[in-house]
């Protein structure tokens, strides 16, 4: 019966487990799934996800991961480039990109760029970073709540991003929560992670840490400066580690650096963006045998001169010795460094672990509607490659899209489209109708290039339209009449075009009055003043209909041809035949004529008539 009870409760609990965190790892250019000792990871390969060129890869620092290939973009594909990755469930990932270079001679052995996730920057890599383990990956702890993750590289004119592996892993909905502006709308980005004390890097895995810790990296440091403090390690277990929400390795705990008399502070300095804000987690863990109560140890938390915690005393905080305890605040850095120092009251400093986030507010993406109206322009105009178009239109505000200009709609809280500014780009194709889903745009300048079809009409219902350039192109058809509901444009550029047909007065009266327009050089427009005089008008019904009386009246004439086609070789195939039996038919004639004769004069004689019809027609 015990048995039978621990059984059902070891089933109870599997069943209730929390399930695996989504986890999804890239490895850029590969062409088969890939998986990497020691721990036989999967890496999923990328042909389906991005463009760029895929090549051989060298790993910049041995914490990369051990894959053989990455993936990079010349400029040539645009200088924005984005993996959109689907089916991501609605949750909190720790997204991380490790870099790679290009196996090539006189390729650019260092390459700088941006790095954005949803829209938002998040790194911009700095000269050096092949020489720093640190440095060799970008990690950002976000929100994806619409079931995509979209990761941009954004080109800065030092060398072709080249991207070797990418990881989305889910962390629980309140990890790092940092205090009241935690949520969807900011980031946070790693600015370092220390395992203090520890002799070598380490990912959580090799602390046998949970996998809903995002598999971090921390960097280890041995001090903070030269015989200002020693190393501390255990091999006791350590309580209250790896619980919900940030489910740190017990291993983390197990080392710790300490100072000493001769230097009793403890301080760690980093260079950082001014004018940020850094959430700061410090690990504490007393494992020194020498401290064993309550008050033997006391310190202050000083970050840039200003004290953050006082007196702290871990033992009485954490409530044992062996026991975790983490403490969090979030600070204002107006310089370019970060100065964090523990000053001992009572004893010496001791500390485990810090890690340093940037809280990034989350940018506002762009409408939809108005992102999927850009794409289906960016096809029928067959974009070129050089103009990029990949990602958010708006955002990162460091990077938009060439010739889209954008504006923040404070309504709806989005960014939309206010300016389309596209002249001599090379374009071809013809305008989408769905152009008019651009619904705030103010500007739109598409000359000087070899656009071909009709003028939308829907056009006319972009009501904020003041400028429309679509001169020294090749648009065909009539002017659409529904332009002259843009009852706020100021300037209409139609001019070395194909267009022909009348212009509204609807139209020709707004232009006439309150906008500035130029329709020379095209085929036959006419209608207004400084246009020719139009020709009796013909109503489109009337043109379709004289145009199938043409129709009908050829096809009649052609099938009175066929006719009288067939009826002539009827006539001529007669003929033919009846010549070929002349001589039977004069040999019955000859001996008519001679009966006929014979019965000349009597009155039993017939005519020929009566003798029934003649052989010959």
């Not at 894959?67 to 089916?87: K, M, Q, V």
């Not at 809903?212 to 255990?234: E, L």
């Not at 970060?338 to 507010?361: H, M, R, S, W, Y």
């Not at 002349?582 to 009597?602: F, M």
Request: aromatic share 8%.
């Amino acid at each position: 019966m015990l048995r039978f009870v621990i059984v059902l409760l070891l089933f109870t609990s599997s069943a209730l487990a929390a399930p695996a965190p989504f986890a999804m790892r890239i490895s850029c250019g590969a062409r088969q799934d890939v998986h990497t000792s020691p721990s036989n990871t999967l890496w999923y390969k990328d042909f389906a996800y991005t463009g760029g060129i895929p090549y051989n890869a060298t790993r910049p620092s041995f914490v990369s991961p051990p894959l053989n290939t990455l993936r990079f973009f010349p400029l040539s594909s645009g200088p924005e480039n984005c993996y959109n990755i689907n089916r991501v469930p609605k949750g909190h990932y720790n997204v991380r990109v490790f870099f790679g270079l290009v196996q090539q001679q006189n390729f650019e052995h260092e390459p700088l760029f941006d790095i954005s996730v949803e829209g938002t920057l998040i790194y911009s890599l700095q000269s050096g970073w092949t020489s720093n383990d640190d440095q060799v990956f970008a990690e950002a702890i976000v929100f994806l709540k619409d079931g995509t993750a979209s990761i941009c590289f954004h080109s800065t004119g030092h060398g072709d991003p080249a991207i070797l592996s990418i990881e989305i892993l889910q962390v629980d909905n309140n990890a790092y929560n940092f205090g009241p502006t935690f949520g969807d709308k900011t980031m946070l980005r790693t600015a370092a992670r220390l395992s203090c004390g520890a002799g070598k890097p380490m990912f959580d895995p090799d602390l046998s840490g949970s996998v809903w810790g995002g598999d971090r990296f921390w960097y280890p440091i041995k001090n903070f400066g030269q015989a200002s403090d020693s190393a501390r390690s255990t091999e006791s277990s350590i309580k209250e580690a790896s619980k919900s929400p940030n489910f740190y390795p017990e291993a983390l705990y197990q080392t710790a650096l300490v100072s000493t008399d001769s230097d009793p502070d403890l301080a760690y300095t980093m260079d950082v963006d001014p004018n940020r804000n850094y959430s700061i987690w410090l690990h504490f863990a007393e494992i020194d045998a020498s401290i064993t109560a309550v008050g033997q140890r006391v310190f202050e938390v000083v970050i840039n001169g200003d004290v953050k915690f006082q007196d702290v005393d871990i033992i009485k905080m954490s409530g044992a010795r062996y026991t975790a305890l983490v403490l969090n605040t979030t600070v204002i850095v107006n310089g370019r460094t970060l100065t964090i120092t523990l000053q001992p009251k009572v004893g010496n400093a001791i500390i485990t672990a810090i890690e340093i986030f940037e809280v990034i507010d989350a940018e506002s993406q762009t409408s939809r509607d108005e992102v999927r109206a850009l794409q289906s322009l960016k096809t029928s105009l067959g974009l070129p490659h050089r103009l990029g178009w990949n990602g958010d239109p708006c955002v990162p505000q460091e990077h938009p899209w060439s010739g889209a200009e954008c504006q923040f709609d404070k309504t709806s809280g989005q960014w939309v489209i206010d300016g389309l500014d596209l002249d001599n780009q090379g374009l071809r194709g013809s305008l989408p109708n769905d152009m008019s889903k651009l619904r705030h745009l103010q500007s739109i300048n598409l000359s000087g290039n070899s656009i071909h079809g009709h003028i939308p009409s829907s056009l006319g219902s972009i009501t904020s339209l003041e400028v429309l350039d679509l001169s020294y192109n090749l648009f065909n058809g009539s002017i659409p009449d529904s332009l002259g509901q843009l009852t706020s444009l100021r300037r209409l550029n139609l001019n070395g075009n194909s267009l022909s047909g009348r212009v509204s007065a609807a139209l020709g009266a707004r232009l006439l009055h309150r906008a500035s327009f130029n329709f020379t050089d095209n085929k036959g427009l006419c209608g207004i003043p400084g246009l020719p005089t139009c020709g009796p008008h013909l109503t489109t019904g009337v043109k379709i209909g004289i145009s199938f009386g043409v129709l009908l009246a050829f096809l009649l004439i052609a099938v009175g041809g066929i006719i009288w086609w067939k009826r002539r070789q009827n006539i001529l195939r007669a003929q033919h035949i009846a010549a070929r039996g002349a001589p039977y038919a004069k040999s019955r004639t000859h001996v008519h004529d001679i009966q006929l004769a014979r019965n000349h004069g009597h009155g039993h004689s017939r005519t020929a008539a009566e003798n029934g019809p003649s052989l010959l027609s």
